[in-house]
């Protein structure tokens, strides 16, 4: 009894943090949106969405990707991996910089890109047309430096990598795919 007490002090505390009013400019789209939606959405000519969501699964581990949250019933998909981006022009940067404060004595060096995980979010629904499932797959990355740090958080918006990622798809699921 005292922890729904509690409970309910603290989210009547943070409602009360909460902007009475949510700025017109932040629910807007940004102009880019509607044609990255394009690139990341696909149409199949199929209405079992359990076997976009498996053939979506397989072609995401042969990515190197591993499913961290699958729910058919509400045609959802989240995998991850971890890897390294490495940057060439980013270590030597860094290695002339390091080398640089060494000799004058001023600084401490320059930090490069080491780690970064990747993550895939898939999304089915039945299409506005009848006998269709959409798929919508978005994919972000986050890069840390050498030294464990936070570095950078980004979408991946390069077309070709979603063109790639349902060209792949159609094939596993024996479905033909359609721009939406």
């Not at 959405?41 to 699958?70: H, I, N, P």
Request: net charge neutral; charged share 25%; proline share 3%.
């Amino acid at each position: 009894m005292r922890q729904r007490w509690l409970a309910a002090i603290i989210l009547a505390l943070l409602s009360a943090c909460m902007p009475g009013e949510i700025p017109k400019q932040s629910l807007q789209f940004a102009e880019e949106n509607p044609a990255r939606r394009r690139a990341e959405s696909r149409s199949f000519d199929t209405t079992d969405e359990t076997k976009l969501l498996t053939s979506s699964a397989a072609v995401l581990k042969e990515l190197g990707f591993k499913v961290d949250v699958r729910s058919d019933e509400l045609g959802v998909l989240a995998a991850s991996k971890k890897g390294t981006d490495y940057n060439i022009g980013d270590i030597a940067t860094a290695a002339a910089t390091t080398l640089l404060s060494q000799v004058t004595g001023i600084g401490s060096g320059t930090a490069f890109s080491k780690d970064q995980s990747m993550r895939a979010s898939i999304v089915t629904h039945p299409a506005a047309t009848s006998g269709a499932v959409v798929v919508r797959v978005t994919l972000q990355r986050v890069v840390w430096e050498h030294d464990g740090t936070y570095s950078k958080s980004e979408l991946v918006t390069d077309p070709a990598v979603y063109a790639e990622f349902f060209a792949k798809l159609a094939k596993a699921a024996g479905v033909e795919a359609h721009e939406v």
